[in-house]
């Protein structure tokens, strides 16, 4: 199955009328959404949506977006950005929490603004602003062998436990690459190396919080993903990944051998993913192939007929579903799988653009989901306006001429 033009534009549009109304798209300084991360998914899917709408309020929503980040960096902990929560101070004066991945994703979304709006006059500011942000980390939060920790979480900087930490390794690895990529300073990229042997290696399903069997798969699966696209989309990454493994892992839980379970959705005509038996080789570029490799074909076996997957022990989490067909579509731009990873997308993205869709993830109520369906969306238009330019005008034409579809 191929993207379908007039389904993407539908989702499209609805997204798009949807947070072009939220009080995002307002110029004040409250903060629209609870946590800044959820917000930066729709500040991605704005910089994305603007050439494809032709609406500059998208624009308008990055650089607000941006401007609110610098204006409030350091303010609960030193060069951090603001996380939109985790204020709160114990008895010595130390705030809760100020989580390299929470704000890893918001320079990921302050990013994404500089390099579709290359011409904005606060672009060098912002990228500077990111700049503190990165060398508070690499000084602060990195264990002897370059991996990351969580930040600060529970009123201390890397808690026993959390000196590794998968998620803010996948999101920094993304703001590392990012970050390299838009101003030319390669050591950023040579401080990615280690963080991406670590997600390709770390044995995801038994982490220190159980996410894979008690929150949900897709949690695990969305957040890594980010970090090995982006590695996998850079070709000055490959160039540094092509070495061998440098056994990163201190803390952590190796990737061990799995007990086969029984197949539980339509497609799986086997057991679990086996970790250690298909993540094969001894450069740390062939287990990041391998590891995506696992994650796609975990995507292939759990999608359900409808376009949705397996569903998580915990609904509460199903919250995160609606970027894989955005990271997935990112990934096919490689070339490789691209057919079979763009059917997962075009299956998922239908479902989104139906009511059934809507009511699953509660889109247009729940501002995470909805911010991750509209990167989604949007990263599917950009490929269909390449491919076919009028197909992509007639359809969304169509859709708004069709007034209906965009509720």
């Not at 494809?52 to 998208?58: E, S």
């Amino acid at each position: 199955m191929q993207l379908d033009p007039t389904i993407t534009a539908r989702g499209l549009v609805k997204l798009w009328n949807y947070f072009s109304h939220h009080i995002i798209a307002s110029p004040g300084m409250a903060h629209p959404m609870q946590a800044c991360f959820e917000e930066s998914y729709v500040v991605i899917g704005a910089a994305r949506t603007m050439d494809l709408m032709g609406d500059a309020r998208m624009t308008a929503v990055c650089r607000r977006f941006n401007k609110r980040m610098m204006q409030y960096q350091g303010v609960h902990y030193p060069d951090m950005l603001d996380m939109g929560y985790g204020y709160n101070l114990d008895a010595k004066g130390m705030v809760n929490c100020s989580c390299v991945a929470d704000n890893a994703s918001s320079a990921n979304g302050m990013l994404e603004a500089v390099r579709r709006f290359p011409h904005l006059p606060e672009n060098p500011e912002v990228l500077a602003s990111v700049k503190r942000f990165i060398d508070h980390c690499l000084n602060n939060y990195l264990t002897s062998k370059g991996v990351m920790g969580v930040g600060v979480l529970n009123h201390q900087v890397n808690p026993p436990g959390m000196e590794e930490y998968w998620c803010a390794d996948a999101l920094f690895a993304v703001t590392l690459i990012r970050y390299a990529e838009l101003t030319g300073e390669k050591k950023y990229y040579d401080a990615a190396v280690p963080l991406v042997e670590y997600i390709s290696t770390y044995d995801y399903k038994h982490t220190l919080w159980e996410e894979w069997s008690k929150s949900a798969p897709q949690q695990v699966l969305i957040y890594t993903s980010e970090g090995l696209v982006a590695a996998l989309n850079s070709a000055e990454m490959k160039q540094r990944l092509m070495v061998p493994l440098r056994h990163v892992i201190q803390f952590t839980p190796k990737a061990e051998p799995e007990t086969l379970v029984p197949a539980q959705a339509p497609n799986q005509v086997h057991g679990a993913l086996a970790s250690t038996a298909q993540a094969a080789g001894d450069t740390i570029w062939s287990r990041l192939v391998a590891r995506f490799a696992e994650y796609a074909e975990w995507f292939h076996q759990n999608q359900l007929a409808d376009g949705s997957f397996e569903h998580p022990a915990n609904d509460h989490f199903r919250c995160y579903e609606p970027l894989i067909a955005g990271l997935l579509l990112e990934a096919s731009a490689r070339g490789e799988n691209q057919a079979s990873l763009e059917s997962i997308a075009a299956k998922q993205l239908r479902f989104m653009a139906t009511n059934a869709g809507k009511l699953y993830y509660g889109l247009y109520a729940n501002d995470f989901a909805s911010g991750m369906a509209l990167y989604s969306f949007s990263t599917a238009g950009e490929i269909l306006k390449r491919r076919d330019p009028a197909a992509w005008e007639a359809a969304v034409s169509g859709v708004l001429d069709r007034g209906e579809d965009m509720w």
